[in-house]
């Protein structure tokens, strides 16, 4: 996208991310047993001061019974606004932060290489905005790291006072044909879909796609000390299959729903558990503490009753398959999570994050399962790509609304002053988010909140 920043309008990406329940249909791979793609990151976080309900991994297919599979242990995963974990492990942060950091480069390489590849002038290739952290020139481009991680851009010298190129120069971005302008603003979606692929095809060859059979009941990672749950008598491992008589259906995000609800529509009033333990059920009965909000707690983590393994092609034939249809799914999730903020942006606007939140998501992915780093890249890259083409100032969309204006004008642009303004105004609507984004993010952090 083109941004009007002082004289030089760079081509920018913004890192705001929408990460949510979204849901997306499951594809079926052809081999058998019959194997399903997995739903791409979308962690369900319910999160009610002890009481956790974390529908941990997203990157998760189902398939035809296994005995033999091995029970998936989880971990929590949290979305911008609920639990967002610990920053444990410096290592998963940094590879977190690496993979936003390469997904903004690939964004700005796209719009670079379309740019130099056509004999464009460019002047500058930034990561981050506002002031400069660390440059060096090379071949009349500056390229900059820069303070705040809100994206990249690529600057033109265009309307550049100091740049010694003549104005009616053919090789500068503003004189090239639609086209030609096209291409270049296109190029960074583009880029960021060619690179989901290729993350989605590399898992696929190297680890395989994480494919899970459900079983009946809701799995309990986690019981914290000194909970209603722990004083009692509910364990760590423990499989709930009811709930105040009620069955639980097979593993799945609603299985986990439907005892939260129950929970957190009962304080202080007894609810009864029918557990399996090892090879033994029994009923529990469990006095839900009262929340600060007047719903109950027990002070749990739940996750869906399944078991993991591994789906690897047998081909080269099969592995393109495998990937054209995770990336299709992936593709859909996003494309629905859209749908619904903007169909209920009230209940939605929460989620929308900032790259604080990202990193602190793709850390947890990373502790957990180092594999799920390649869904979470692919589904970022796709969130990028989507949201940088809706048609908003400050986004390569808007730009593109701006070319198809003069397009319909019979090549007659806009005003150079109203399409500044136009784009000063969103970058200052951008940046004031993006601060607000960080700040919310950081201060939900669980090491901040501690010391808060």
Known sequence: MVINLSSSPPSSSLSFIKLTNSRSPISEFPS???THLPKPLSCCSFSSSDLNFHCK?????VKGRNPNGRR???????LPGFDYGNFESVQSVLEAAGVLTAIIVVHESGHFLAAYLQGIHVSKFAVGFGPILAKFNANNVEYSIRAFPLGGFVGFPDNDPNSDIPVDDVNLLKNRPILDRV???SAGVIANIIFAYAIIFTQVLSVGLPVQEGYPGVLV???RPFSAASRDGLLAGDVILEVNGIQLPKGGSNAVTGVVDVIKKNPKRNVVLK???GKQDFEIGVTPDENYDGTGKIGVQLSPNVKLSKAKPKNISEAFNYTGREFWGLSFNVLDSLKQTVLNFSQTASK???PVAIIAVGAEVARSNLDGLYQFAALLNLNLAVINLLPLPALDGGTLAFILIEAARGGRKLPLEVE???MSSGITVVVFLGLFLIVRDTLNLDFIRDML
């Not at 998936?72 to 949290?78: D, E, I, T």
């Open 32 to 34: 058998k047993p019959k």
């Open 57 to 61: 991994d997203p990157f998760l297919c």
């Open 72 to 78: 998936l242990k989880f971990r929590s995963c949290a």
């Open 183 to 185: 291409i270049v603003v």
């Open 221 to 223: 990672p986690e019981v």
């Open 275 to 277: 557990v399996e333990r």
């Open 352 to 354: 929308v994050s900032g």
């Open 420 to 422: 500044q303004t136009i």
